[in-house]
């Protein structure tokens, strides 16, 4: 990111939001186990605004927009079911908000949490919103 003053920054950032395996059922045409892999990954850019608390706390909140990759694969195990290999790209409201606390001048400490809306397409991939949590440290040059 970069900061425009104290109290005003533009943020921009990649995140590889989620990923994760799964286990199902399908029923029809047979009854067949299906498993595979989601997931969705993020480039944003965000305005972000700070307010100073005491002894080097600060609270800030984040609004943007955010431009989502998701990938949907799936295959059966007995090959009843056909496989699945889908995505989805959209652009959503990105909105954040969290802690910081200053070690130093130029060293700080950060705990947030952003929301991903609308991510995916709920017809091929399927569509939610994806809270990201975060801890972190930042250094300001």
């Known amino acids: 990111g970069y900061r425009l003053s104290p109290g005003f920054a533009i943020d921009g950032a990649y995140n590889r939001v989620g990923r994760f395996g799964y286990t199902s059922a399908a029923t029809a045409p047979a009854a067949d186990p299906v498993s595979g892999d989601y997931k969705a990954n993020a480039w944003s850019l965000a305005a972000v605004g700070s307010l100073p608390l005491d002894s080097g706390w600060s609270v800030y909140g984040k609004l943007g927009l955010a431009h989502t990759t998701t990938d949907l694969t799936a295959a059966s195990a ?27 001048k130029s060293l700080y400490g950060r ?24 801890v972190g440290i930042g250094v300001r040059f």
Not at 86 to 103: E, H, I, K, P, Q
Not at 111 to 131: E, N, P
């Open 78 to 104: 007995t090959g009843a079911t056909a496989p699945l290999n889908t995505s989805s790209t959209r652009t959503g409201w990105l909105l954040g908000a969290g802690v910081n606390y200053d070690f130093s």
């Open 111 to 134: 705990l947030g949490w952003d929301r991903y809306a609308r991510v995916g397409d709920a017809a091929t991939t399927g569509r939610a919103d994806i809270d990201l949590y975060s």
